[in-house]
């Protein structure tokens, strides 16, 4: 079988189902694992994948996420190849396509495998008062994160309370209006924007009652494998997380 992924975490995930000599593609968003995935055909990005390029690859399977990529790219690709699409909004959605997956590839002993260990992990989550948090993936405009994304899911599950759960997909914030819902935590991830110490001065100035932390966006929101390492992070942020602005 040859496979094509357009979804970062799942092509690092096919490594991990010892699947690499089936991989023929991926999009240059996928980084992971770095010594292994250079040697993978890149056919584009995530929103604006290469067709043509995809094409002549000859994919027998290729997947693709309600998140990530763009339904016109999706039924576009149907028309000369499989293409399985995950809908990820929540972890136990995230841990379904990871048995879905395996169980589609023949790799039912890796994946079961992989959410013992993501089980595991979740196990282990620490007793800790939940704090009100607002978790940040752009600058100008400035976007958060609602209630029906998988980013949300991982916050509630850590006991951070999103105060824009009410809102859908990832809505513009007016950083000034901030202040006034005063959450413990504002979050600033490393991804998709790139925020910086810079970034977090700047927020600080208009929250100084709350306490701006710089965190790893894969851990929020890269799910398939990398869950299991993300979520033992987490555990150990959680843990010791104070009321001070930083990096973790």
């Avoid at 282990?124 to 949300?152: C, E, H, Q």
Wanted: net charge neutral; with cysteine; proline share 5%.
């Amino acid at each position: 079988m040859r496979i094509i992924s357009l979804v970062p975490s799942f092509t690092e995930m096919l490594f991990d189902f010892e699947l690499q000599d089936q991989i023929v593609g991926r999009t240059r968003f996928c980084e992971r694992p770095a010594h292994k995935v250079k040697d993978i055909k890149v056919i584009g990005g995530t929103k604006n994948p290469k067709i043509d390029k995809i094409k002549q690859l000859k994919p027998d399977f290729v997947i693709a996420s309600k998140e990530e990529n763009r339904k016109r790219d999706v039924e576009e690709l149907r028309g000369f190849t499989h293409v399985h699409v995950t809908d990820v909004k929540t972890v136990k959605d995230a841990m379904a396509s990871i048995h879905e997956l395996g169980r589609l590839l023949g790799r039912e002993k890796q994946a079961s495998k992989i959410l013992s260990a993501v089980k595991r992990e979740m196990g282990r989550i620490p007793l800790i008062k939940p704090a009100t948090a607002a978790y940040f993936i752009w600058r100008k405009p400035w976007m958060s994160v609602g209630g029906d994304t998988y980013i949300n899911d991982v916050m509630q599950q850590w006991g951070l309370e999103n105060i824009y759960a009410e809102e859908k997909r990832y809505p513009e914030i007016i950083l000034e209006k901030l202040a006034d819902a005063q959450p413990e935590f504002i979050l600033l991830s490393s991804e998709p924007f790139p925020f910086k110490e810079k970034h977090v001065q700047e927020v600080v100035q208009c929250c100084p009652n709350s306490s701006v932390v710089l965190i790893d966006g894969q851990w929020f929101s890269w799910y398939g494998s990398r869950m299991v390492e993300a979520f033992g992070e987490l555990n150990e942020w959680r843990a010791v997380i104070k009321g001070e602005s930083g990096s973790v």
